[in-house]
């Protein structure tokens, strides 16, 4: 065995034998040849160094004898004069006329290192540039078309600079704001009924998942299963005034004694057969001779100003709610907060509705600007947790393309988190347009915060529909609605959570009942109205009232579907959820996002 010391000294002695062979061997091994690029020089030159002195500048030659520039060298015109020059005497003396300048000029033209003749193929595919204008000093009054640009390769766009709108060959006028909508875009759907299908109760028209914007007052008044287009505005829907309508038909059409001053009660049954389940809609409907006066709302507007809403629909959006403002009353209450990556509110506090309030609030959206990032999680928090003030509507109207960019971006977190800090004390009510929509974010926040959803298929109608939408909830009634139902009650009553009662927007509950034992239907609904209890109880035979149609069991199929997937965005994918969505699904031809 070696010693440690003998060890160390043969590594020492190796080592230094290796760094003297490399270095005797340095001379002899070529590490990168001189040559090895001379393949690609296409032009070489040999330079020398003497030491000869340069040699003496003669300027005899360029000269004539009388000390004129000889004719024939632009050279010859520069000289190197060293004597003074008498200023005084030069402003008095005249111009000397250079003799043939022109000539020689033309007779030695430089050749151009650039050809800067104009090159078709380059200016066809070069860029603009986009000249941001702000918006104080913006003409309000000139309306400029939108310009066309050529994509190009060549271009990187910078990274504080916005993408513009670029076409190949289609003009201005076909260009889409944004890409037309794929599929539905709902989460549940109505498909066309066969003639086997397991229940003759099942569903053969399709319908949006929230009854739209009457909850089915568009259906004909004969009671049969016909429906308007779907295609109708909410703005068409408001001023056909469905629920006055629908009041003056319960009126006339109904036995039941109201115990209530202000509400109708309208109750409709649809049985397929004594074998099969029965259907019942209970719809609650203001009178028209009922002197209603509306309650005091908490608004809270949060407008989605990220560069993800496109900064036309933002404008849009921005002009529908400064629209409104203007129908709000004096003892109403509103906050406008502006999202992004960070939040920026009109008021700290929520302020009354002053015309001098609502003047400042429409000046906070005329200057709208769509950028930064979409955090939608942060701008929703805070603003859940609020509580408004007691047994008056809190309402919290979302405009966004419920797509975030930054923070918590999971939807399934998003609306559990913000359900969770909300606690009912707030309905939600959000608001999209155009394609690019997260529908599964807006609807199931809207729905398990006693709220709706809806979203413009073009975002030219953004301004009326929003305007419109918050119109739904200009003169609310009743909040914190509970029922109580008798022993007819077989199944569900659907929605769970009953949301607050408007005069534009009728409360409609749907259920099931046994047709061969259960005679008599008795409900009793509460709720609040500032400091005031208001109680309705009714009693009706289930053989007396209105007969309706198989939308009915439509109404009830889609409400358990959106009650399904609430559950499951809750809990998760368990098993018992999938399997009770799909077996609705497969008996009332409904068809689902959880569908294979």
């Excluded at 010391?5 to 001189?34: D, G, K």
């Excluded at 296409?42 to 500048?57: W, Y």
């Excluded at 066809?124 to 540039?129: G, N, P, S, W």
């Excluded at 408001?238 to 001053?261: C, H, W």
């Amino acid at each position: 065995m070696l010693s440690r010391r003998a060890i160390f000294a043969l590594s020492v002695a190796v080592t230094v034998a290796t760094y003297a062979m490399l270095l005797w061997l340095a001379p002899y091994i070529t590490l990168i040849e001189a040559d090895r690029l001379s393949s690609r020089i296409t032009t070489q030159f040999r330079v020398a160094f003497l030491d000869a002195p340069p040699p003496s500048r003669d300027t005899a030659s360029d000269t004539a004898g009388d000390g004129m520039p000889v004719p024939g060298a632009i050279t010859s015109l520069f000289g190197e004069a060293t004597e003074t020059i008498n200023i005084a005497d030069s402003l008095t003396t005249p111009p000397l006329e250079t003799p043939h300048l022109a000539e020689r000029l033309a007779a030695e033209t430089p050749e151009r290192a650039h050809d800067l003749a104009r090159e078709p193929e380059r200016a066809r595919i070069v860029d603009t540039r986009v000249i941001e204008i702000a918006a104080a000093d913006a003409r309000r009054d000139i309306n400029v078309p939108r310009r066309i640009v050529r994509p190009s390769p060549e271009y990187t766009l910078p990274l504080d600079a916005l993408p513009t709108l670029r076409s190949r060959d289609p003009g201005p006028q076909d260009i889409a704001l944004e890409p037309a909508r794929i599929g539905a875009g709902l989460l549940a759907q109505a498909l066309p009924m066969q003639d086997d299908a397991p229940d003759a109760g099942a569903i053969s028209e399709e319908r949006p998942p929230f009854e739209d914007f009457d909850s089915g007052a568009e259906r004909a008044d004969d009671g049969d299963e016909t429906t308007t287009p779907a295609a109708v505005t909410i703005e068409q829907t408001v001023m056909r005034a469905p629920v006055e309508r629908e009041t003056g038909k319960a009126r006339a059409e109904s036995a039941y004694t109201f115990l209530d001053d202000m509400v109708d009660i309208r109750l409709e049954t649809y049985a397929p057969s004594s074998a099969q389940p029965g259907y019942f809609r209970l719809r609650i409907l203001p009178r028209d001779d009922a002197a209603i006066t509306p309650l005091p709302r908490d608004v809270v507007f949060i407008l989605d100003a990220s560069r993800s809403m496109q900064q036309r629909k933002l404008e849009l959006v921005g002009r529908g709610i400064a629209d409104a403002l203007e129908e709000f009353r004096p003892d109403d209450r509103f906050n406008i907060m502006l999202f992004r990556d960070t939040v920026t509110m009109f008021q700290s506090e929520p302020v009354y509705a002053t015309p001098e309030n609502i003047a400042a609030a429409q000046a906070f959206l005329s200057d709208l600007e769509a950028r930064g990032q979409t955090d939608v999680y942060s701008a929703l928090t805070p603003v859940a947790q609020m509580t408004p003030r007691p047994n008056l509507p809190g309402i919290v109207l979302v405009a966004s393309d419920g797509v975030p960019t930054t923070g918590l971006r999971d939807s399934r977190a998003i609306i559990n988190a913000i359900t969770a800090d909300n606690a009912l004390r707030n309905s939600i009510f959000a608001y999209g347009a155009g394609g690019m929509v997260d529908r599964y974010l807006l609807d199931l926040l809207a729905y398990r915060n006693k709220g709706e959803a809806f979203v413009s298929s073009n975002i030219q109608d953004a301004r009326s529909d929003i305007a419109a939408f918050i119109g739904r909830l200009e003169h609310p009634i009743l909040v914190n609605l509970k029922a109580e139902y008798g022993r007819v009650v077989r199944e569900e009553v659907f929605p769970d959570v009953i949301p607050d009662f408007y005069r534009e927007k009728p409360v409609v509950l749907y259920g099931r009942f046994n047709p061969g034992g259960d005679e008599t239907f008795v409900a009793r609904i509460t709720g609040r109205a500032g400091a005031v209890d208001k109680e309705l109880v009714f009693r009706a035979a289930l053989s007396e009232a209105e007969r309706g149609g198989v939308d009915i069991a439509q109404g009830w199929a889609f409400e358990k579907a959106y009650h399904l997937i609430g559950e499951i965005s809750r809990r998760g994918e368990q098993p018992e959820l999938l399997d009770a969505l799909r077996r609705l699904s497969r008996d009332y031809r409904i068809r689902t996002i959880y569908d294979e």
